[in-house]
Nanobody, 123 residues
Framework: QVQLVESGGGLVQPGGSLRLSCAAS????????MGWYRQAPGKQRELVAV???????NYADSVKGRFTMSRDNAKNTVYLQMNSLKAEDTAVYYC?????????????????WGQGTQVTVSS
């Protein structure tokens, strides 16, 4: 029914930039919130940034001033602009969304996860 697909990851040098995108598709009634998480090898998945339907944002302390999250409601897509990248930003980045589905008979709300996109910061 609903799928989240991340893109934009890759290899970048320290100090460089990348822009990640996450597109949601399916029988979507509304997207009440979306977030970006990341997971490095041997570490727990951590929250990077979240955005509400009203475009209010919150960021982890480790990325404040460097990362910016935005959304395009018409396209059901969110973005993560990552600047001044550091080696410690290397991780798989995952998109998460709180989505209400219109089934035609009833509504269902749940969290959805994308498959992730690899970001590697290295010289």
């Amino acid at each position: 029914q609903v799928q989240l697909v991340e893109s934009g990851g890759g290899l970048v040098q320290p100090g460089g930039s990348l822009r990640l995108s996450c597109a949601a598709s399916g029988s979507i009634f509304s997207i009440n919130g979306m977030g970006w998480y990341r997971q490095a090898p041997g570490k727990q998945r951590e929250l990077v940034a979240v955005i509400t339907s009203g475009s209010s944002t919150n960021y982890a302390d480790s990325v404040k001033g460097r990362f910016t999250m935005s959304r395009d409601n018409a396209k059901n897509t969110v973005y993560l602009q990552m600047n001044s990248l550091k080696a410690e930003d290397t991780a798989v980045y995952y998109c998460n969304a709180l989505i209400v589905i219109d089934s035609g008979n009833y509504y269902t709300q749940r969290q959805y996860w994308g498959q992730g996109t690899q970001v590697t910061v290295s010289s």
